[in-house]
């Protein structure tokens, strides 16, 4: 795949085929001896190229895991690391009464 640039300053594609297709960024789609079939297949591999690669940034970014770590109100000691919210707000208001005030901080793995 090759970068260029048309005469109104916007960036082109040039796909390599055997018949000359070019698909702009604009999705405007201007052909020199080729089918339409050609030009709607090659233009189909582009937009599953792109949904293909925004896939695997939402895949990357549902797969993070959390865990929730409970500290004293001055930060100086880490208490105990939970796997969900909910044990550790469990773990906070069943020590609040001995440690006084307790926070949570949410860390990603």
């Given at each position: 795949?090759?970068?260029?640039?048309?005469?109104?300053?916007?960036?082109?594609?040039?796909?390599?085929?055997?018949?000359?297709?070019?698909?702009?960024?604009?999705?405007?789609?201007?052909?020199?001896?080729?089918?339409?079939?050609?030009?709607?297949?090659?233009?189909?591999?582009?937009?599953?190229?792109?949904?293909?690669?925004?896939?695997?940034?939402?895949?990357?970014l549902g797969c993070q895991t959390y865990t929730y770590e409970v500290h004293l109100t001055?930060?100086?000691?880490?208490?105990?690391?939970?796997?969900?919210?909910?044990?550790?707000?469990?773990?906070?208001?069943?020590?609040?009464?001995?440690?006084?005030?307790?926070?949570?901080?949410?860390?990603?793995?």
């Amino acid at each position: 795949m090759e970068l260029g640039k048309t005469r109104h300053g916007r960036t082109t594609q040039k796909l390599e085929l055997k018949k000359k297709v070019h698909i702009t960024e604009g999705s405007r789609v201007s052909c020199h001896n080729a089918s339409l079939g050609s030009i709607l297949k090659e233009y189909a591999k582009y937009i599953m190229k792109k949904l293909f690669y925004l896939l695997l940034i939402f895949i990357g970014l549902g797969c993070q895991t959390y865990t929730y770590e409970v500290h004293l109100t001055n930060g100086t000691h880490h208490l105990i690391t939970t796997d969900t919210e909910a044990q550790a707000e469990q773990f906070v208001s069943e020590q609040e009464d001995s440690h006084g005030t307790l926070l949570i901080q949410k860390v990603k793995n």
